[in-house]
């Protein structure tokens, strides 16, 4: 019936799946090269990636025309071009990053002796040192210091070109150790942060929004010759449609580890890419070099609702009122669950990742999520809210 067809195709365009992807359409996309003519801000291409000169960009930058001219060819490179974009010299002054550095090991080690904090979506333990919300940790701890490294006029513009004014700048530092492996391949936040499973039940239109609402960048504190594992990227993977669903897949996987590119960085350089973009760290081969980022997620001024709401506070008042009604069989458990996917926070995000890390999965345990596991094991009110509370203190700086 004709009907039929037309929801049947409908459903198609809305519900991505995994069985969508095909490495044919993959390959159509990825398996093109960069053209500098149509970059006239870039200094070069290496490896299928454009690479701008930091000083020439900040001259281009000081006229108001020719930066929104910048700004434009940026979006079009991460967007439909080869997704990544390179700053040679992003750091004018070096004094600033290299005061950085002695803070961010003067934090791994302290962390390393309290024993605290580290957890890692990807790296066994060791294999790397991680400090999440290094931006506030350097901040309070060496206020000049922040202010002349994230003075830094590049990370500025990239960030406004791609998100617009009003962005929100997080950064985690990440030091891969000598012998610290790879990654496997993924993207970033926000769906990249979900199981494929999660993903798919998100529509097509928000597989399209996610890579809008970031920016990913880095910005290297030490030479990283490619022995030392610098990041491993796919140019223009960022244009398949499913490739949320894609990355987890073994031929995709594969056809990664043959396709993807890996571009030596200098001190002081950085990379910012379409979080979208297929990427991993790469396995650091090196002797003694303690590869050293800074990660830096930039997002939207638009990733948050219009009023506040103390949903920690509305949960603890509905709790008990929810496990009374299941109990006299006023509420079934289906409508108990929507119910508390109104009231309670579904998104395991912003939270404090030293308190609340995300080891064995991608995302912390939600308050809905939380709520849900105390109804199903009928928790009374008291070990419920107590674990409320450790749930709202876990997410605190
Ligand atoms: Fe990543």
């Known amino acids: 019936m004709k ?14 799946s995994a069985n969508q992807c095909h490495l044919d359409d993959f390959g159509a996309l990825v398996e093109r090269k960069t053209d500098l003519a149509a970059y006239p801000f ?20 000081s006229s108001s025309e020719s930066r929104k001219a910048l700004m434009a060819e940026w979006v079009e490179a991460m967007t439909d071009g080869p997704g990544i974009i ?19 090991w003067g934090m791994i080690e302290e962390q390393r002796a309290g024993n605290t904090g580290g957890g890692d979506h990807f790296a066994k333990p060791g294999a790397n040192d991680r400090i999440w919300n290094a931006l506030e940790k350097l901040c309070l701890r060496a206020p000049e210091v922040f202010a002349a490294y994230y003075g830094n006029e590049i990370i500025a513009l990239v960030s406004e070109a791609w998100l617009g004014p009003a962005y929100q700048i997080t950064s985690q530092l990440n030091v891969v150790n000598p012998g ?8 970033d936040y926000h769906l990249g ?55 987890g897949l073994p031929e995709f996987q594969d056809y990664f580890d043959r ?65 009374s009604m299941i109990s006299l069989g006023r509420l079934t458990t289906a409508n108990a669950a929507h119910a508390v996917a109104t009231c309670a926070e579904g998104y395991s995000f912003p939270t404090n990742l030293d308190r609340d890390p995300p080891i064995g999965g991608l995302a ?22 107590r674990s409320l509370e450790a749930w709202s203190w876990r997410r605190l700086t």
């Not at 009907?3 to 991505?16: A, F, G, H």
């Not at 809008?212 to 910005?219: C, N, P, R």
């Not at 002081?268 to 800074?294: I, K, Q, T």
Request: charged residues 15%; proline residues 5%; aromatic residues 8%.
């Open 193 to 247: 942060f979900q199981t494929a499973e999660a993903g798919a039940r998100y529509p097509a239109h928000v597989h399209r929004l996610s890579p809008v609402l970031t920016l990913q960048g880095a910005v290297a504190h030490c030479d990283m010759p490619v022995e030392t594992g610098p990041t491993l990227y796919l140019p223009y993977s960022q244009t398949y449609l499913p490739g949320y669903l894609a990355t």
């Open 86 to 104: 390179v700053f040679r010299g992003a750091f004018a002054d070096l004094a600033a990053l290299d005061a950085a550095t002695v803070h961010f």
């Open 364 to 385: 912390p345990q939600t308050q809905q999520a939380l709520m849900m596991q105390a109804l199903a094991e009928n928790w009374g009110p008291e070990k419920f809210n």
């Open 42 to 61: 870039a200094s070069e291409v290496a490896a299928n990636v454009l690479i701008y000169d930091g000083t020439a960009v900040r001259r281009v930058a």
């Open 259 to 323: 396709h993807h590119v890996q571009l030596p960085l200098s001190k002081g350089d950085a990379a910012f890419f379409n979080p979208a973009l297929f990427h991993a760290a790469g396995s650091n081969r090196s002797e003694n070099v303690r590869r050293m980022a800074n990660l830096l997620q930039v997002s939207s001024a638009y990733g948050r609702a219009m009023e506040s709401v103390d949903r920690a506070r509305m949960s603890a008042v509905l709790y008990p009122a929810l496990r």
């Open 180 to 187: 610290g492996s790879a990654q496997s391949v993924h993207r």
């Open 3 to 16: 009907t039929d067809s037309i929801s049947t195709l409908r459903s198609q365009q809305v519900w991505l």
